[in-house]
């Protein structure tokens, strides 16, 4: 069974930084593309930051370009986010997601999901 556990969102206040966490077990970590993704109000479903199993392959939003970096550690079966300068348009449902295949076309439509951790961000 695959499972995707994502921790460390919170309340913060625009400026502040947060590093989200998100584990994984039940597939081989390091044969699937990652990716963490925000659902708001205002944009629906947002692919932020998606990285190929090898992390050779980098993608980001724009709107977060600059300020969050993608990060995995295959040997903990981990991927990291750590969020900058964040902003009230920031704030959302974050979900860890992980693809079928290592590399991925596009940063949308994964196919394994976590169950989400909030992420607020007041002005």
């Known amino acids: 069974q695959v499972q995707l556990v994502e921790s460390g969102g919170g309340l913060v206040q625009a400026g502040e930084s947060l590093v989200l966490s998100c584990t994984v077990s039940?597939?081989?970590?390091?044969?699937?593309?990652m990716g963490w993704f925000r659902e708001t109000p205002i944009k629906g479903r947002e692919g932020v930051a998606c990285?190929?199993?090898?992390?050779?392959?980098?993608h980001y939003a724009d709107s977060v370009k600059g300020r969050f970096t993608v990060s995995r550690d295959n040997a903990a079966n981990t991927l990291t986010l750590r969020m900058y300068r964040l902003k009230p348009e920031d704030t959302g449902e974050y979900y860890c997601?992980?693809?079928?295949?290592?590399?991925?076309?596009?940063?949308?439509?994964?196919?394994?999901w976590g169950q989400g951790t909030q992420v607020t961000v007041s002005s």
């Open positions: 997601a992980a693809d079928y295949t290592a590399g991925f076309m596009r940063c949308a439509d994964f196919g394994y």
């Open positions: 039940g597939l081989t970590f390091s044969d699937h593309a």
């Open positions: 990285i190929s199993s090898t992390s050779r392959t980098i």
